[in-house]
Structures are given as structure tokens and as C-alpha cells.
């Protein structure tokens, strides 16, 4: 046809080729080129550089090698189809990157020995490509501040992913970070190099020759919107805590539900009237009342009277109410009350034990009444009995009991370890609000949507020693935590009223009996996430007149929260709505485990007062990698141009894709920005697959060279 240019391609070892065809694109994928021959006795150069030329412009590509041969039949007869690859064949087959880099201390801090910015990663897998010539355009991150520095850093200037290589090709680990930071791996044939860029930014196609020019619209299957999902994040909570102790059968229970816990007799209600009487004044009644409704008239009960007389005393008066009581038919008081006399002692005491009953007294008669006439009371109040650990104080547990599966020494054994010790997380001590409002996140309803942390969100800062505080074993002012030159997450703390001889570590200046409810508790605990219960090295209480008894205790703590209905850990998600969508229902999300939200918070006598992020680098770190990732979906005009005859073309962040022909007609080139044009060539996304597979070796499968002969034979 018009304006046909013929060409040439050569490989070392081709004898007669026919035609070609090769296409190269984006990725570390190698090339592939075809060239039809017909067959010949000497097998083609393993290695070589293979040239295509027209007579006006050479494209020669240095260390292709051959892939395979095929044994071929058309119109013309048989011939060999020998498909060649470029020199990134190389990156797929050597090497292997070890390596741990922009790893994370317990505290959330990357650790300075393992930082790597993008760029230097991506010169570390250059490096064991033996590639030394290369151009970068990454996002920034923090360098290497070199093997001596040992203070963890805070990510806030870029994009430090995490990297854990263990043997992986430099090609793939190459590749790994640029997907990371939303580029391409572009080999550029001219200069025989290598660009890692931002797809969309290159050249324009050049003008000259032209065949065919057409635009094209690459749009891809767009979701409304992008996320990015980091690690689960971490909010900080104050729970509330009850005291559990362990049973026979290893369980952990509420310890008035323990079935070794010590128990008291219930106790009767006791009222004693003591009765006086001057033995000369006439027309004084002593009146008891019994059985009336609380908060009623006394008269309203049942009423009994004593009027006083000549030769009366305290302890006749004391026996006669006690006959008129004690011989009453009042269901009120019959039944109810028993009475007894001991000198001018009326005695009044529960039939039943830990029921109380209502009563009061008074005096009637002569006004002014003469002193020495008088009625005065006592009360020995009523207690259901029932289990009961403060008369059982720690160490020795004295008063527990043994069971049908404990000895008494066992019973003081697990009491000893666990009572006063252990304590479990409650989502509320109130019944009627049962759940427990995560700052930041909301109320969870149950207690397995929570997983415990040793330590808190806020970060250990310099602070001055607290005037109320002193440590016990300098006696100078003391520090909760101590900062010792970075900064990193407060431990657990528990907050609550305990009886000050309980803290061990740290002593309150101002003595109290029990200390108050915002007072920190001063013993080291352990977290046990799995029964989510704190443990404390030593036995922590309340003391109330004397009596041990339960502290209302909260601790202080980081938590990731599980969804309720999925139980999968909430962790950080930041969207961008792609343009032309309003909303983000069907979100592309991406894995970014180096991004994570901490929820800081603050409280006031128990209360919740307000909560915020803790920094800002998640928002941040997100935002690069969703702007990289959004390249991916925008809708870019781009164009395929063939030319007549071969044109030097390389590749580079516009430039996706470019095919040289050479055949009986002629020789043509065609080119595309920001789109591929090949049908035979997988796209992008496919090829990236691909490279990501686990390769399946198997002997038969990789012969040096494989030539599949006519009628199914092979050499």
C-alpha cells in the first residue's frame, strides 16, 4: 500500500525472520516480543540484544533473552514462533530482600534504626536488581537518621509504610512500594533505566508519519468513593471494676458469689428500753408502741401502758409491759416481737431474724414531770447474715470455708491469690443504663466487643514532682511516670477510694483513712485481656469502721472496640468521594496498617468531660495515599497514534504502552498515552496480579529452552 516502510528485526541466532511484534508497558512485567522464522538447525542466542530498524530510526533493546520456541503452521508451511522477552526478565528470576523497616515500638513511635523513606526503600531493591541507574518521584517520608539514634520518632512529614520483606524478588518489593505510594515502575529502553513515578505526568506522542490518531477514554470501573483502612484504633476509656476471686474450677466469679466465701449468722432486731422511775411520783403512764406503719403515728401501732404508783420501781414497770407484750394478740406484735425484763431493762427482740420492726416510747401524766422519771433507748440493729468479707482480712483469710471440693487450706489458698487482688471490667454498675460509652466510638453493649491494652492513649510528658505525693524510698516529691527523654503511652491506671495503706510505690502526703474516688491507686497490676480483668501484686480495699470492703474502682485504658454485629475490630477509615458522587455507599477500600487513630480523653469525678484525637498523622498519612489512589479511578483523556515505519519511543509516566510491527506490508509503530492499546497484552491491573502469584516450578515446566515440535514432541 501508499507510503509502506519496510523494516528489519535482528536477534543473534535468527536466521530468516518473517515477521515481529513487540509490545512493552508499565510494571515489571518484561516485554514480549514474537518473530516468526522459518525453522533452522542452530537454536537462537540464549541472551542477546535485539534490534528493530527501518532505515531512519533504530530501537535497540540490550539483554532480551529467549523465552520459548513454537513450532507453527500456516499457509506457507511450518515455522517457528520465537517469543523473546526484555531485560526485566531478570528482575522476576534473581535476588531475594530481607528486611524489617518503619517497624513500630509498643508505644506507636517508629523505631529509629528501622526508618526508610519511600525513595530509600526503593534504592535498597535497585540495589539487589543490580540496578544503578534510575530515576525516583515518591512521596516524602522520614529518612534514615542513621544506626545511633535510639529515641523512637513520631511520623508526621510523610509517608513511612511499613515493610517486612523475607525473601520476596527486588522486582516485587520494588513494586510493593511503588503501589504504596500510587506509582508506576517504568522501564525507559532509550536510556536503559529505570523511572518510578505518578502515572499521567510524560511526554506528548511526537508528530511525524502518522497512519491512524484516534483519542481514547480510559475509565475504569469507578466506585463512588475510596477509603483508607488502617490499623484498629485505639480509644481511651475509664471501665468500671468489681472484685472477683478464683474458684475450684479455675473460673473467676463476683467474691460473694465464691462458694468458699466466709458467712455471718443473720442477727435479730434488738431495742432496750431502760426505764427510771423516782418511786414517789403518782399518774406517770410509760407507753410502748409497736407495729406501726414507717413514718406513721406511733399511736397508730399497738399501744401498751404502764401507769406509775406508790412502791413502783424501774424494774416492776419493765415487768409489767413486758407480761401486757408478750401476752398480746396483735398479729402486729404476736409473732413479731418477743418481750423480757432484766431489772428496769424492757427488752424487745425480732422473732425472726434480719426482719426489723417498728417502735418508739413516751411518757404521759403530770406536767412538769419530776426528773428521775424517764424512758431511754438502745437498738442493736437487724442483718440478714449471709456472706460477709469484712471480718475475713488478707492475708490469712481466716474465716472462709471449706467445701465439698475444697479443704479449708485450699479455700484460703485461692483466696489468698485472687480476693482483693483481682478484678474484672463491668460495662455499668448501673442496672438500668447497662452499657458503657466509649469516647469517640459510642456505647458498647457487650463486654466481649472490648479488648483490653496495658496502656493508655495519652502520652508520658516532663512534668514536675506532685506536692502530694512522695515516694517511699527517698521521701522526696514523686512522679506517676517518668519521662525519660521521648515521649510514649502512659501504663494503665486505677482510680477509686482505697484504704491508704494499700499503695505500695507511691505515698499520699495527706493521710487518710480511705482515699478519694479521683485518688490514682498506687499498685502494679497486670492486664489479663482474655478474662478481661486487671490483677494487682498486692491486696487492694476499703476499710469502713474498721470492716474490709469493696473499693468502687475504675481503670484508665486503651481498648479497641468490636463491632457488635460482626465482632471484626473497628480500625481507622478515611474517605474521599470520587467527583461526580455526592456519597460514599460503595466504598474501594485499602489496606494501610502503618495508619492508625488514637482517641485521647478526659475525666471529672468519674464523669466524661470531653474527648479528642491524639495527633493528627493519620488524618494526614491517609490523605497521601488516597490522593495517590485516586489516580487510579479519575476518567483520563488519553491517545493511540500508529505511525508509519519504527519510532523510537520510550515509556514513561504519560507514555503506557508502545508496539513496533514488522511484517510483509511493512513496518509500523503504535503508541499510547495514558491508555494501552495491545489485545493481546494483559492490562495493568491483571499483569500486577500476575507478578503477585507464588510461581509453581515444576522440571518439565522449565526447560532452557522449549520447542514444541509437530505432533506433540519436544526437545
Not at 520456541?69 to 526478565?89: H, K, M, T
Not at 491512524?212 to 475509565?219: D, I
Not at 424494774?315 to 398479729?331: G, H, R, Y
Request: hydrophobic share 40%; aromatic share 8%; proline share 8%.
Amino acid at each position: 500500500m501508499a507510503g509502506e516502510i519496510h523494516g528489519t528485526v535482528a536477534y543473534p541466532g535468527i536466521l530468516a525472520p518473517e515477521s515481529a511484534t513487540m509490545t512493552i508497558s508499565h510494571g515489571i512485567t518484561p516485554g514480549v516480543c514474537v518473530i516468526r522464522c522459518s525453522p533452522q538447525d542452530v537454536l537462537p542466542a540464549q541472551v542477546g540484544t535485539l534490534v528493530f530498524t527501518d532505515g531512519n530510526e533504530t530501537i535497540a533493546l540490550p539483554d532480551c533473552r529467549v523465552n520459548q520456541i513454537r513450532w507453527e503452521q500456516d499457509d506457507a508451511g511450518w515455522c517457528w514462533s520465537v517469543e523473546i522477552v526484555d531485560r526485566r526478565w531478570k528482575w522476576r528470576e534473581l535476588g531475594a530482600m530481607l528486611g524489617a523497616y518503619n517497624q513500630l515500638d509498643p508505644f506507636g513511635k517508629l523505631l529509629p534504626f528501622t526508618i526508610r523513606a519511600p525513595d530509600e526503600l526503593a534504592a535498597l531493591c535497585f540495589q539487589a536488581m543490580g540496578e544503578d541507574n534510575y530515576t525516583l518521584n515518591l512521596p516524602p517520608g522520614i529518612a534514615y537518621p542513621g544506626p545511633f539514634v535510639s529515641q523512637p520518632i513520631v511520623n508526621i512529614s510523610g509517608v513511612n509504610p511499613p515493610i517486612n520483606w523475607n525473601g520476596i524478588p527486588p522486582a516485587q518489593a520494588l513494586q510493593q512500594v511503588a503501589d504504596m505510594c500510587g506509582c508506576r515502575v517504568v522501564y525507559q529502553w532509550k536510556t536503559n533505566s529505570v523511572l518510578v513515578a505518578p502515572p499521567g505526568a510524560g511526554a506528548l506522542l511526537p508528530p511525524g508519519s502518522i497512519s491512524r490518531l484516534g483519542p481514547t477514554l480510559k475509565s475504569p470501573e469507578t466506585p463512588d468513593s475510596i477509603a483508607i483502612m488502617g490499623a484498629p484504633t485505639r480509644y481511651q476509656v475509664r471501665i468500671p471494676l468489681r472484685a472477683v476471686g478464683k474458684e475450684w474450677d479455675g473460673s473467676y466469679r463476683p467474691i460473694d458469689r465464691l462458694s468458699y466465701a466466709p458467712r455471718v449468722a443473720a442477727t435479730p432486731q434488738k431495742v432496750n428500753f431502760t426505764i427510771a422511775f423516782d418511786g414517789v411520783t403518782a399518774s406517770i403512764t410509760y407507753e410502748i408502741f409497736l407495729g406501726f406503719a414507717q413514718g406513721a403515728d406511733p399511736a397508730t401501732g399497738a399501744t401498751f401502758t404502764k401507769g406509775s404508783s406508790a412502791g413502783d420501781t424501774g424494774a416492776t414497770i419493765a415487768l409489767a409491759l413486758a407480761a401486757l407484750i408478750n401476752a398480746s394478740a396483735d398479729p402486729r406484735v404476736r409473732g413479731v416481737v418477743m418481750a423480757s425484763a432484766a431489772g428496769s431493762v424492757l427488752s424487745l427482740t425480732a422473732v425472726r431474724e434480719g426482719v426489723p420492726f417498728t417502735y418508739a416510747s413516751a411518757l404521759s401524766g403530770i406536767l412538769p414531770r419530776p426528773a428521775g422519771n424517764s424512758i431511754t433507748t438502745s437498738i442493736t440493729a437487724a442483718a440478714p447474715g449471709g456472706v460477709s468479707w469484712g471480718s475475713c482480712p488478707p492475708p490469712l483469710f481466716a474465716t472462709v470455708r471449706a467445701t465439698d471440693r475444697l479443704t479449708y487450706a485450699e479455700a484460703v489458698r485461692l483466696a489468698q491469690e485472687s480476693v482483693w487482688r483481682c478484678y474484672q471490667v463491668i460495662l455499668s454498675k448501673n442496672f438500668l443504663q447497662p452499657a458503657l460509652l466509649v469516647p469517640g466510638y459510642g456505647d458498647v453493649e457487650r463486654m466481649q466487643q472490648l479488648v483490653l491494652e496495658e496502656t493508655q492513649v495519652d502520652q508520658i510528658t516532663p512534668q514536675p514532682g506532685d506536692e502530694n505525693l512522695i515516694d517511699p524510698l527517698t521521701h522526696q516529691l514523686a512522679t506517676v511516670n517518668f519521662y525519660n527523654g521521648y515521649s510514649r503511652d502512659k501504663p494503665a491506671a486505677v482510680y477509686g477510694s482505697v484504704a491508704e495503706g494499700v499503695n505500695t510505690t507511691i505515698h499520699y502526703k495527706n493521710k487518710k483513712i480511705n482515699r478519694d474516688e479521683e485518688d490514682q491507686v498506687f499498685v502494679p497490676f497486670s492486664t489479663d485481656p482474655v478474662r478481661y480483668m486487671i490483677v494487682f501484686n498486692s491486696y487492694v480495699y476499703r476499710l469502713d469502721e474498721g470492716f474490709i470492703s469493696e473499693p468502687d474502682l475504675t481503670l484508665q485504658t486503651a481498648v479497641q472496640v468490636r463491632d457488635f454485629t460482626t465482632n471484626q475490630v473497628e480500625s481507622f477509615l478515611q474517605f474521599l468521594v470520587l467527583p461526580g458522587f455526592q456519597t460514599n455507599t460503595n466504598p474501594r477500600v485499602y489496606q494501610h496498617p502503618d495508619v492508625q487513630l488514637n482517641v485521647t480523653s478526659v475525666y471529672e469525678n468519674g464523669e466524661l468531660k470531653s474527648w479528642n484525637v491524639l495527633e493528627s498523622d493519620p488524618q494526614i498519612r491517609a490523605n497521601f495515599y488516597l490522593q495517590s489512589h485516586l489516580k487510579e479511578y479519575l476518567a483520563t483523556s488519553g491517545q493511540t497514534v500508529e505511525y508509519n515505519g519504527f519510532r523510537a519511543i520510550d515509556l514513561d509516566g504519560a507514555v503506557q504502552q508502545v508496539t513496533w510491527s514488522l511484517g510483509p506490508d511493512g513496518c509500523s509503530t503504535t503508541a499510547s498515552r495514558n491508555t494501552e492499546h495491545s489485545l493481546w497484552v494483559p492490562p495493568y491491573p491483571a499483569r500486577r496480579r500476575v507478578e503477585f502469584l507464588d510461581p509453581v516450578r515444576r522440571v518439565d515446566m522449565e526447560p532452557r529452552h522449549r520447542i514444541d515440535m509437530p505432533g506433540g514432541g519436544g526437545t
